[in-house]
């Protein structure tokens, strides 16, 4: 069974351009999370999705961020325009449901110049 | 949002040596997950539990459930190289909503 597939792998920038990150979930998982982990600490959830709803974006900068996952299967993260705070590494997870576990994608990590 | 606080934050020992840490939260939750992260790579999940004071084991690696259900514990047996890397516990109250831990740094010295 594949995991929870991430593109790209990494990404460097200058502050103020847009940026967009793929997530791939395991298939039959309908939650689909995207986190974002700054250096040192651990990951900080920014949206979850149960299918194509967002059920829970209360972390995410919505001035600037937005995320879709139109069909309930993959999803797109994106900034724009991006500030030099928001370099980090963004994690994709999925789960099924059934119980409460997750599986993390390996990450994008973001330079932001 | 949240963080849970693992502890120790950092930890050095001597390969074959047996390692612990702990995660604790002020808030009860019903599930605790165990992660190892490389670096460059997301977390792997490690052990999953479902239930007050559940001892769940996954070779050489035990988590515990706290019985006040505001804690979890990991221990590695005899630590070999490949154990480098950070641990992070999650927690979630109901649902699908985890809350991370800050993560301990664990290196072991050959």
């Known amino acids: 069974e594949a995991g929870v597939v991430q593109s790209p792998r990494y990404k460097i920038i200058e502050k103020k351009q847009p940026v967009a990150f793929w997530c791939n979930p395991i298939s039959g998982h309908n939650t689909l999370y995207w986190y974002r982990q700054n250096l040192g600490q651990g990951p900080e959830l920014l949206i979850r999705y149960e299918n194509e709803e967002a059920v829970d974006d209360s972390q995410l900068p919505k001035d600037r961020f937005s995320a879709e996952r139109l069909k309930g299967v993959d999803s797109t993260l994106k900034i724009q325009p991006a500030e030099l705070g928001d370099s980090a590494v963004y994690l994709c997870?999925?789960?099924?449901?059934?119980?409460?576990?997750?599986?993390f994608g390996p990450g994008t990590r973001l330079t932001v110049l | 949002g949240q963080q849970l606080n693992q502890s120790p934050q950092s930890m050095f020992i001597q390969e074959g040596e047996d390692v612990s840490m702990n995660c604790t939260s002020s808030?009860?939750?019903?599930?605790w997950l165990w992660y190892k992260q490389d670096p460059g790579e997301g977390p792997v999940l490690l052990i999953a539990l479902y239930k007050a004071g559940e001892l769940t084991s996954n070779g050489r690696l035990t988590a515990q459930f706290g019985i006040t259900r505001k804690d979890s514990f990991l221990n590695i047996s005899a630590s070999i190289p490949s154990d480098v890397g950070i641990y992070f516990c999650a927690g979630a109250r109901t649902g699908n909503q985890f809350y991370f831990g800050t993560g301990t740094s664990l290196t072991v010295i050959p």
């Open positions: 997870a999925s789960s099924s449901g059934r119980r409460d576990t997750q599986y």
């Open positions: 808030s009860i939750f019903n599930t």
